[in-house]
Structure formats: C-alpha cells, structure tokens
C-alpha cells in the first residue's frame, strides 16, 4: 500500500515508543507485514508542495504546548492502515490540534478517530482475535507529545521524516 502526499504523526516517546515499536516489528514478522514507527496520525494524506508543508506546520505548532495522549483498548478495522490499532483518547488539547491541522491545511476530511495502528494489511477475523488474545485487549498506556513530525508518504518502506517541530 502505498501513502498519498505528505502526513503529521504524533510520536510516543521512551517507554511507550519502545513497548509498541517492538510490538509491530513482532506482529509484522509473525504476520509478514510491514514494519513502521509507531504514530498517531494527526492529520494525512496532504498533497501539497513540501516547502508549504512546513511552512504550515510551523504555523501549527506555535504556541502550541506539549500534552498528554492516553492509549485504551485495541480496535480493528477492515482497512489496510487499520487493520489492528490501539485507540487514543479524544482530550480536548489532541482534537483541538487536529481541528487546527485541518483548518490550517484546508481540508475537509471524515471525523478524526486518534489511534497508534499496531499492523497493516488485509487479515481475517481469526488473526486479530488470536492476536487481541494473545496481548491483550487493555493497552492504557500515556505519553507526552512534544512535537509534530512532517512524514513524506509513498510506499511504507519509503516513509522518511521531512521535519519535526517542536511544541513549547
């Protein structure tokens, strides 16, 4: 699968990036799928030129303080990039800064649904329950997001950082 344009992750640090960054590598060997940092993404698919990206998102993140992101239970979806994902909480600091991407970037997208994707790919049922039980369906889990990182879509193992930017 293949991301279009460019895309603004959100990043867990320390011991939260460890713990999931080793649970996808694990869930895509064991599933041959691929590989990824571990993100919520806050805003995707923006098919602008790459000097507008950042000039937008330097924008963004003025003025804007770190936060806390709290991970919950496990969702799926039959959709590529959704295919098993730990759901973020809605607080109102991460929906405020999705709502300012969106207006800053101009785009009118579905309702933003905040969640860190644990594997990609098409699977039956039976792979994610088996998955779901074998690590669990609680994955609380909190983070401080300190900064908004510009990714350059393509093919998933293309993905590369354009920019990160701090928040204060």
Partial sequence: MISKGYTLWLVPAGQVFK??????????KENNAPVFCPHITLLGEIMLPRDECIKKTIELVKDQKPFTVALETIGYQDYYFRTLFVYAKKSPQLVKLHERAKEIFNMKIPPFMPHLSL?????????????IKEIGKDQSAEFEIGKVILIKGGEIKDWKIVAEFPLR
């Fill in 19 to 28: 713990k999931f960054n080793a649970l996808i590598q694990k869930l895509a």
């Fill in 119 to 131: 594997l990609y790919g098409l699977f039956p049922q039976e792979i994610k329950d088996k998955i």
